[in-house]
Nanobody, 126 residues
């Protein structure tokens, strides 16, 4: 399974951006899909989760109301739509996938994911 994330860039505070993740090698409908981010000098942080077949969606408190995770299993893709961006959102963003069917709480932890994309940089700055 391979994941390819893209869509990052430079955005002004208050702006919006949409990140995409393409899955190859396995139907995305069988995978829990997550987004994580890592800022310089900080640990990788959970952002959002979409359970396999779209059963549930969970977002970290810091992005609720601003970020939305979605998936299109017909196209084997997942996306993270971000709005009202803040400088604190600046980080490398990674999509990840898990085939383990873990409980939701386990999927807040990066160690429970089997597959990772290469990361895409988001910079929020004026």
């Amino acid at each position: 399974v391979q994941l390819q994330a893209f869509g990052g860039g430079l955005v002004q505070p208050g702006g919006s951006l949409r990140l995409s993740c393409v899955v190859s090698g396995r139907p995305s409908s069988s995978l829990d899909m997550g987004w994580f981010r890592q800022a310089p000098g900080k640990e990788r942080e959970f952002v959002a989760l979409s359970r396999w077949s779209g059963q549930a969606t969970t977002k970290a408190d810091s992005v609720k109301g601003r970020f939305t995770i979605s998936r299109d299993d017909a196209k084997n893709t997942a996306a993270l739509s971000m709005s009202s961006l803040e400088p604190e959102d600046t980080a490398f963003y990674y999509c990840a996938a898990s085939a383990r069917r873990d409980v939701i709480s386990a999927l807040y932890d990066a160690f429970h994911y089997d597959y990772w994309g290469q990361g895409t940089q988001l910079t929020v700055s004026s």
